[in-house]
């Protein structure tokens, strides 16, 4: 690791490092990958152990606090996310507001940058009564916003949280239960929703962690920063990836399925084509995904419990699997799935529609976004994030008046 920061003090010079691709933007002690080996830890604690041992909220508590809760600190740290699970009512009438066919995410943007204009008493960024319940009230509301997203799209009732529900039991009744409908959530669904989150709580320094983390670089409050997150998420090259996999995999299907994908490989070798194998590939990992080998676990066992084994697009989806992992092109290339290229699979099992499935995602990203920009603002060293450029463009010109043009 090379610090240039006295070199620019020196002599001016900077790097030209287009996506980042060898420039560390800040310090951090929150998320480790080492993409070679494919391992990733939160604070130290792998992964894999996590997926088993924790829950979605104790890994919010380990990524915000640095540690894993004791008993007693994670009841209390429950009971605060159940008491900020609403959203207050002039809040609702931002839905209606939207087309009822707006993208999940586009409501997201708004309705989550707008929970600045709700909360002054957590805008103080200085202090850490505010950031921490403004902390709290992101993660807690997250799940009643997203699951408001859903249900306005459909044309239902916004359902109450339940408090007397897990977080991602909650989840599902806000997503599912109607006035006239309970309903009971499958455990091993819920598990497998938990494990979702748990697995795409953090990721260090990706495109929408980094966006949120030079919005907060300016002073920005933090619900606008995680709407910077959000938006940034959407795209396809980052949280979209599953939606946009999901997709591919139904055209597939569509053009007459397995037998098609020679065809479909083929195109994807092909460069000037545009396209790409969804839910492969990663910028950092350069080895299996550790999130994909324990999604592709919890994607057995949703089918199993759902009795979808033999679900066309699932048996599609393992055959590509399997021809990409044999065929040069990916393997020169270290291209390997991704964890986007299970949990959308997943999602759709589980009932979940696709436009949504980024939308669970930038959910369970939120702490992850937190903690990143608490770690940012309590930085000595922090500056306003201001890249340099290459400048390519015109020398100086003269402006002629529009009649001389
Ligand atoms: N399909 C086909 N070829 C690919 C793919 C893919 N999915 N991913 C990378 N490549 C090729 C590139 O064309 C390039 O080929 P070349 O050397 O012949 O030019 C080579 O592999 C290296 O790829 P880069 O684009 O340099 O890799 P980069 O690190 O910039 O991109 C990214 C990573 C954006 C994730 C890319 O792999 C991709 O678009 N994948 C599909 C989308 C996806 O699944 N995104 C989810 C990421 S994980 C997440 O957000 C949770």
């Given at each position: 690791v090379i610090d240039i920061r006295s070199l620019y003090a020196k002599s001016g010079a900077f790097t030209f490092d287009p996506g980042f691709m060898s420039t560390a933007s800040c310090k951090s002690s929150i998320t480790y990958i080492d993409g070679d080996k494919g391992e990733l830890k939160y604070r130290g604690y792998p992964i894999e152990q996590l997926a088993v041992n924790a829950n979605f909220l104790e890994t919010c508590f380990l990524l915000k606090n640095g540690?894993?809760?004791?008993?007693?600190?994670?009841?209390?740290?429950?009971?605060?996310?159940?008491?900020?699970?609403?959203?207050?009512?002039?809040?609702?009438?931002?839905y209606q507001g939207f087309r009822r066919d707006a993208h999940p995410m586009a409501i997201l943007v708004g309705v989550v940058g707008a929970l600045s204009a709700f909360y002054h008493d957590s805008l103080d960024i200085n202090n850490p009564e505010h950031r921490n319940i403004a902390a709290i009230r992101l993660i807690a509301k997250m799940p009643t916003i997203v699951a408001m997203a859903y249900k306005y799209t459909v044309g239902e009732p916004f359902m109450f949280p339940r408090n007397d529900l897990g977080y991602a039991e909650n989840f599902l009744h806000m997503m599912f239960a109607t006035p006239c409908e309970e309903y009971k959530p499958n455990p091993v669904l819920a598990r497998a929703l938990d494990r979702i989150l748990i697995l795409h709580a953090d990721h260090e320094q990706n495109a929408s962690t980094s966006t949120v983390r030079l919005a907060g670089s300016s002073g920005s409050n933090p619900f606008a920063c995680i709407?910077?997150?959000?938006?940034?998420?959407?795209?396809?090259?980052?949280?979209?990836?599953?939606?946009?996999?999901?997709?591919?995999?139904?055209?597939?299907?569509n053009q007459g399925g397995v037998a098609k994908i020679g065809e479909f490989i083929a195109k994807v070798k092909d460069k000037n084509s545009g396209v790409k194998l969804m839910g492969f590939g990663h910028r950092v990992y350069k080895n299996f995904d550790p999130r994909a080998t324990l999604m592709r676990e919890t994607c057995h066992e949703v089918l199993g419990e759902l009795g979808l084994q033999d679900d066309p697009l699932f048996k599609l989806a393992m055959e590509l699997e399997k021809i990409a992992l044999e065929d040069e092109y990916f393997v020169s290339r270290k291209l390997y799935p991704n964890v986007d290229f299970y949990s959308g699979i997943v999602q759709k099992a589980m009932g979940i529609p696709v436009p949504l499935f980024t939308g669970i995602f930038a959910l369970a990203r939120t702490i992850g976004w937190i903690a990143q920009w608490n770690e940012m603002i309590g930085d000595p060293e922090q500056k306003i994030g201001r890249p340099r450029q290459l400048y390519t463009g015109a020398t100086t010109r003269d402006v002629k008046p529009i009649a001389q043009r």
């Open positions: 540690e894993l809760p004791t008993q007693a600190e994670y009841d209390a740290f429950e009971t605060n996310v159940r008491t900020h699970t609403m959203v207050h009512e002039q809040l609702t009438r931002f709407a910077s997150g959000i938006a940034c998420l959407w795209g396809p090259a980052h949280g979209g990836a599953n939606e946009a996999c999901l997709e591919m995999l139904n055209d597939i299907q």
